[in-house]
């Protein structure tokens, strides 16, 4: 069954900590894309990636890190030095120049 | 660059009511619009889109909206408003469809259906 996984779904993080999300998908999708969602803000791009081993900066992506070292996977680091990470973080995938589908999404809380 | 200003954060219509959701965009060039439903807790599916030929696109679930160059609008409509439609919407803009395609959303409108 093709699709996008992401885990896990809920994280509870310290500040201070680096967390890592994990992104998988097996549709032989060649892009992949990191958003993050906020109550009433719509989606906003982190990070996106066309190849393996590269990947370009979004809209908001001070403070995150990802990799793109095999096609299916594309995990986000949240870092320390992102001010406020609380939020619905959800990856998706696409052929070049194509729709792009959505994982179920991980919601991160900083306690 | 470009933007998304979806009307209204909170729209209700009774059941069997038409929905309409209203979409304004703008773009330098010409515009790939979407529409994307999300239910709580899940990722989006995406509902329909438009990228070139007829302005009046359909998709799933009843769906349909039409793309407006004059008034720069992609309005998403159904007939009669089902129960299960109550989700949130996020349209959704980009310029283009060859490579990683980076879209811009709305900030989301959120459908209640009264019985």
């Known amino acids: 069954d093709g699709g996008i996984t992401q885990s896990p779904k809920y994280l509870f993080r310290k500040e201070g900590q680096n967390v890592t999300l994990s992104c998988e998908q097996n549709l032989n999708h060649d892009a992949m894309y990191w958003y993050r969602q906020d109550p009433g803000q719509g989606l906003r791009l982190i990070y996106y990636s066309q190849i393996v081993n590269d990947f370009q900066k979004g809209d908001i992506a001070e403070g995150y890190s990802v990799s793109r070292e095999k096609k299916e996977s594309f995990p986000l680091t949240v870092t320390s030095a992102q001010k406020n990470p609380t939020a619905f973080y959800l990856c998706?995938?696409?052929?070049?120049?194509?729709?792009?589908?959505f994982g179920p999404g991980t919601r991160l809380t900083v306690l | 660059a470009q933007s998304v200003t979806q009307l209204g954060s909170h729209v209700s219509v009774s059941e069997g009511a038409l929905v309409l959701l209203r979409c304004n965009y703008s773009s330098s060039v010409p515009p790939y619009l979407f529409w994307y439903v999300q239910y709580p807790n899940q990722g989006l599916q995406l509902l329909l889109k438009?990228?070139?030929?007829?302005?009046l696109v359909k998709g799933i679930n009843g769906f349909e909206a039409e793309f407006k160059k004059s008034e720069t609008s992609f309005h998403l409509t159904k007939p009669s408003a089902h129960m299960s439609d109550a989700a949130e919407y996020f349209c959704?803009?980009?310029?283009?469809?060859?490579?990683?395609?980076?879209?811009?959303f709305g900030q989301g409108t959120r459908l209640t259906i009264n019985p």
């Open positions: 959704a803009v980009s310029d283009q469809l060859f490579g990683a395609q980076k879209l811009v």
């Open positions: 438009y990228t070139t030929g007829a302005t």
């Open positions: 998706a995938s696409s052929l070049r120049g194509d729709t792009q589908y």
